[in-house]
């Protein structure tokens, strides 16, 4: 049995939510009011710097990423709507900030107005959206993007973001971690595409005896693994000595998928979960076994004590260690798999650093420059544990990625000099980073030329898209009817 609460209590839960709610959403403004001036210091400290391959943005990006504890995809995400809080959108970021409108909502407004180009259209979009969304609070996902779309399309036709249905532009393939060991996969193709995959996966889910004990939706997802190998045949799982497809088997590829696990588990002694690099998932060990049975297995010995390697690039052996060892890139925030990463002398091998697991981690391509030309400063203890100081004096902390799973790769694999291993890098002054940025390798177009580019190819579509529309029209109602609104949109019939 339950009482029910009195109207006056009701009534103040629901007070207390909404404040919740709004103070949530200004201490999210406050975030991106911090980073966008976070984003001001450094112009002003090293410039502009567009051309480098780890610019400016990039470098922020970087610093919001390690500061919240995020990818480097989020940082960079978060620098963007501060920016476009800050340069775009000013009037609707005010509302931002007194709590009217909520993070996700402010977010859906900036990429629905990314397309506008001129500053007056867009001036005129931001007063007319900073009026009308805080009253928007109620809509549904869908109705809120089709209101703000109403007002890009009153400020700039070519402006609006088209839908799905408009085009085929928005195709994609996305693999998605769902339970352990197995992951979700959906997407949007062309229809001949689709209907093509849909034929191919029921001829090699049709490979294999009628003893073979899987379903067939089980067999079409297993050919899969086929259609990535370019294999033409599915093993047969039968386990029958006699199976006639027992000579067909899939030949070798070279595609190779990364796992990490213990050997008690593969040898069935043990439970514990194996990982795998490229989809940052554990899988189950009944799982691991069987994935093990047909893979090629190679041991992962720590080198404790081992003496320092005499050349530069590490010997396969430590190569897989430290890969095995960090899982991941070992900056903060930065989830890039190992395989995915270079790997880093803490100490240069230049200054006297060893090739050894004491003074060796993965870092991504972008921490791996930030650390070589932008100042960020490592120190490497022989357990793999590493010590980072970012360029504004913030610290922080970060362990193996084996240090829970495989706690034995974390083991420390022996003391090594500071001139070898340990020290610090040197604090850099302004002037100092700035010299050394000088120095970091350029791209061939900056970020804004990307995005100047991207903007300028979409709204050629939409203008081309909209003005087959008002063509089509045309025919249906005559050539000579609508001649005196030639310059408007057509109707949305």
């Not at 190679?298 to 081992?306: C, L, M, R, T």
Request: hydrophobic share 40%; aromatic share 4%; charged share 25%.
């Amino acid at each position: 049995m339950f009482e029910s609460s009195t109207p006056s209590l009701r009534s103040h839960l629901v007070i207390r939510m909404v404040d919740a709610a709004r103070t949530a959403a200004q201490c999210q403004a406050e975030m991106l009011v911090s980073i966008g001036e976070l984003f001001r210091a450094r112009l002003a400290e090293f410039g502009e710097c567009e051309d480098y391959a780890v610019d400016t943005y990039a470098a922020v990006a970087a610093e919001v990423a390690a500061t919240l504890r995020c990818s480097l995809a989020m940082g960079s995400s978060h620098l963007r709507y501060a920016l476009a809080m800050q340069e775009r959108l000013p009037q609707v970021g005010r509302v931002f900030e007194g709590g009217g409108i909520d993070y996700d909502t402010f977010k859906r407004i900036v990429f629905r107005t990314d397309l506008i180009v001129d500053d007056g259209r867009l001036a005129s979009a931001d007063e007319h959206l900073a009026l009308a969304t805080p009253r928007w609070g109620t809509l549904s996902r869908g109705k809120l993007d089709k209101a703000i779309d109403k007002a890009v399309a009153k400020a700039d036709p070519d402006a609006v973001r088209r839908r799905a249905e408009d085009s085929g532009r928005d195709r994609y393939v996305e693999i998605c971690e769902t339970d352990a060991g197995v992951c979700e996969i959906r997407g949007r193709a062309f229809d001949a595409v689709g209907r093509a995959l849909d034929k191919r996966l029921d001829e090699l889910a049709a490979t294999v005896c009628d003893q073979d004990p899987r379903t067939k939706d089980q067999r079409r997802t297993d050919a899969l693994q086929p259609l990535a190998d370019r294999a033409d045949r599915l093993a047969c799982r039968c386990g029958l000595d006699a199976c006639p497809m027992a000579g067909m088997k899939p030949p070798r590829t070279g595609i190779v998928i990364h796992v990490v696990a213990e050997q008690a588990t593969l040898e069935g002694s043990g439970d514990a979960p194996g990982y795998t690099f490229d989809a940052d998932s554990l899988i189950p060990a009944e799982l691991l076994r069987e994935l093990a049975a047909v893979a090629k297995q190679v041991p992962v010995i720590p080198p404790v004590d081992a003496v320092p390697e005499s050349s530069y690039v590490p010997s396969k052996a430590l190569a897989d260690f430290v890969r095995c060892r960090d899982l991941t890139c070992r900056a903060p925030g930065c989830d890039k798999p190992a395989t995915s990463c270079e790997l880093d002398h803490t100490v240069p091998y230049a200054d006297g650093g060893a090739t050894h697991a004491s003074n060796i981690k993965c870092l991504c391509v972008t921490h791996h420059l930030l650390k070589t030309f932008c100042g960020w400063q490592d120190l490497q203890l022989p357990d793999g544990t590493i010590v980072w100081t970012l360029p504004g004096g913030q610290v922080y902390v970060t362990t193996p990625g084996s240090a829970l799973l495989f706690p034995g790769l974390s083991a420390p694999t022996g003391v090594l000099s500071a001139a070898q291993g340990r020290g610090i890098g040197k604090p850099g002054t302004a002037a100092g980073l700035a010299e050394r940025m000088a120095k970091m390798p350029r791209r061939s177009r900056t970020r804004r030329q990307n995005r100047d580019a991207a903007i300028a190819e979409e709204r050629r579509l939409n203008q081309q898209s909209r003005l087959a529309a008002r063509e089509k029209i045309r025919k249906i109602i005559g050539p000579h009817a609508g001649e005196d609104r030639a310059d408007e949109d057509p109707p949305p019939f």
